[in-house]
Structure formats: structure tokens, C-alpha cells
């Protein structure tokens, strides 16, 4: 098994992507937009994608927070809000936030095991700076770690319960980057005792099953290399300091924070200490660069992704999410 997760083309396999993944044998995949169109056919996807793989527990992984970052949504599928309105109740009642985040995150995991995904790729813990860039805040649990912490982990038990792995995101923290790192690659220059609050959150929820990097450098740790690149920031920040042992998985390698060639990128994070690359485009030319230059997943990082996928093994996913939806609007109302 070769410890990258790819994304694919469209609505269904094509004969090539059958072809080069049975080869190839990637730990995983993830969908976007251009992969979603219905029930029947995301669920006739993923059936492929579990009956090509031979894993029942393939990973097949989505970006399905609420608000912008939405891969399935009307009219197959309901909206979700994004993590500010949590935010915002908390501010009023607390407690009500923390079970308005969790029966919205089991009523997304729900509706995605429904169709056959199994990861969805949050909750972001990013505490927000005055400065955060949009693509953060926009997204964000707040700017207080203790709430952040407390929101993220009502998602990932709403998510567990709902049949569905979370991801922690962006070790070690995106809220201090000032740019987008879809489009730039951001510099932090906080000292590293400032930085012990965008770490907090993440030290609380240590034991997630899986996490996933930032393409940020940050002064303080590594000021050469972007912590997805990192072996400092992965090997003695993320795993030692923050103390997570969980799959750590990058963001999407083909950000434009990071320069070089898809092979290099890969090669650099598995290097660093990352369990697996994120090459999201479904690029055949790409991915077949990436497979040849990776050597097959590590017995660590295997054990990694097992303990991660075990996690939702044999839940049976059979809330109702309309009367989860409900619940969660009742909540929110109180804003």
C-alpha cells in the first residue's frame, strides 16, 4: 500500500484511474465536488472504490464542514452551517453549543455514511487572531482554545457516532497565517511562547484519530521548511509537544504554498514524518510521479490508519438526521 490518499475525476471510475489504482493500491481517496451528484451514484462510487481496493475500511475522505467548505449540498443533499455560528452560541450558552456542534456533526456523518464515506476532514482547530485570513475565519471554532477545544470535540464524537472518522486540522494551527494557502505560503513570526495557544487545542484533543498539517512556516520551529515539509515542527512539535500519535495526513499537496513537483512535495512530507500525502486533483500524470517515487507505506503509519479506522468499525449508523437537524436549528435559534 503506498501512503498517499488521491482524488479522482469525475462521477465514476474511469477505465485508466480502475486500472492504475488496482496497481498502484493508494491507502485512500477523497471527493469533491466534480464526484457527487446523487445518492445512488456517490454510493456506486464508493462501492467501487472499497470492491477495487479489497479494504471494507478504505478511507474515502471528504471536506464536508458546513458553509462554504461543502462538497454535497442542495437540492440531493441539506446545508450545514459553518463552525462560527457554534462560536456565536457559545458566547450565549455553552453547553448548547456543544450539543448544537454535536448532533450537527452526526447529522453530516449520517448523511455521508449513507453513501459510503467514512472520513470527513474536520473539525478545524485554528484559534482565530485578529489577522487571520478569510479562508480561516470563515470557517473557524473561535478565537478562545479552551472553546475551540470543547467544539472540536463534540464534532468528533458527533462524527464517531454517525459512523465517520474526524480529522483534526491544521497541525500546528492555521490561525496566525495572514494569507491563504490555497493561493500563498504563509510566514508566522509569533515566538514560540506565543504560539502555546494555537497548540492548546490541539494538545486536548491529542488522542483524534487522525490530524492533518498546515502549509505554513513557522518562525519560531523551522523557518526554512513549511510544517508539512517539516521534520522539526512534525517529529518534536506535532507528535512530541502537542503529543499527537494519530495518522497524520498533509493538506493538499498541490496548494500553492508549496513549490516543486508532485513527487517532490510527496517525498519531502513523507520524509518529515507524515503518514500520508493528500493529492486531491485525480492529475494521472501526477499520481503516477507520486507512486513511483514513494516506497510502500511504513508498519507504523499502517498502524495508525487501522487504529483510526477501527474507531467507527461496526458502528451502525441509524440516527435520524432530520430530527438531528432540528435539534441543531432549535439550538442555534437562541443566537
Known amino acids: 500500500m503506498k501512503p498517499v490518499i488521491f482524488g479522482l475525476s469525475g462521477l465514476a471510475l474511469t477505465p485508466a484511474e480502475r486500472a492504475f489504482f488496482a496497481r498502484a493500491d493508494p491507502a485512500g481517496y477523497i471527493l469533491f465536488k466534480r464526484n457527487v451528484e446523487t445518492r445512488a451514484q456517490v454510493r456506486a462510487l464508493t462501492d ?15 471536506d464536508q464542514e458546513g458553509g462554504r467548505v461543502a462538497r454535497m449540498g442542495p437540492p440531493e443533499w441539506p446545508s450545514f452551517p459553518a463552525g462560527p455560528a457554534f462560536d456565536a452560541l457559545y458566547d450565549i450558552a455553552p453547553i448548547s ?3 448544537a456542534a454535536s448532533a450537527n456533526a452526526e447529522a453530516i456523518a449520517l448523511m455521508l455514511a449513507e453513501v459510503g464515506i467514512n472520513v470527513d476532514c474536520m473539525p478545524l482547530l485554528d484559534v482565530m ?16 482554545p479552551m472553546r475551540v477545544a470543547a467544539l472540536g470535540r463534540a464534532i468528533l464524537q458527533g462524527l464517531q457516532r454517525g459512523g465517520v472518522v474526524g480529522v483534526v486540522k491544521h497541525m500546528p494551527g492555521h490561525g496566525r497565517a495572514k494569507l491563504d494557502t490555497h ?8 515566538s514560540d511562547a506565543e504560539l502555546v495557544v494555537d497548540l492548546e487545542p490541539f494538545a486536548r484533543l491529542n488522542d ?3 490530524g492533518m498539517t498546515s502549509h505554513i512556516v513557522f518562525e ?6 513549511p510544517a508539512t515539509l517539516s521534520s522539526v515542527v512534525v517529529e518534536q512539535i506535532i507528535r512530541q509537544r502537542i503529543g499527537f500519535d494519530g495518522l497524520l495526513m498533509t493538506d493538499d499537496i498541490d496548494m500553492k504554498a ?18 500520508l500525502v493528500l493529492d486531491c486533483w485525480g492529475r494521472m500524470d501526477e499520481m503516477e510521479a507520486i507512486v513511483d517515487r514513494l516506497d ?9 490508519l487501522d487504529r483510526a479506522m477501527a474507531t467507527v468499525a461496526g458502528v451502525r449508523a441509524e440516527g435520524d438526521v432530520a430530527a438531528l437537524i432540528a435539534k441543531r436549528d432549535a439550538l442555534l435559534a437562541l443566537t
Open 48 to 62: 467501487s472504490l472499497r470492491e477495487l481496493s479489497g479494504r471494507e475500511d478504505v478511507p474515502i475522505l471528504i
Open 97 to 99: 453549543a456543544i450539543e
Open 129 to 144: 487572531q485578529p489577522d487571520t485570513t478569510e479562508a480561516i475565519t470563515i470557517r473557524a471554532l473561535g478565537s478562545e
Open 183 to 190: 493561493y500563498h505560503l504563509p510566514t508566522v513570526t509569533a
Open 208 to 210: 483524534a484519530p487522525m
Open 220 to 225: 519560531a520551529w523551522d523557518a526554512a521548511r
Open 258 to 275: 508549496l513549490s516543486g513537483t508532485a513527487s517532490d512535495k510527496a517525498a519531502g512530507a513523507i520524509a518529515a514524518g507524515c503518514d
Open 296 to 304: 510502500e507505506m511504513s508498519a507504523v503509519s499502517r498502524a495508525r
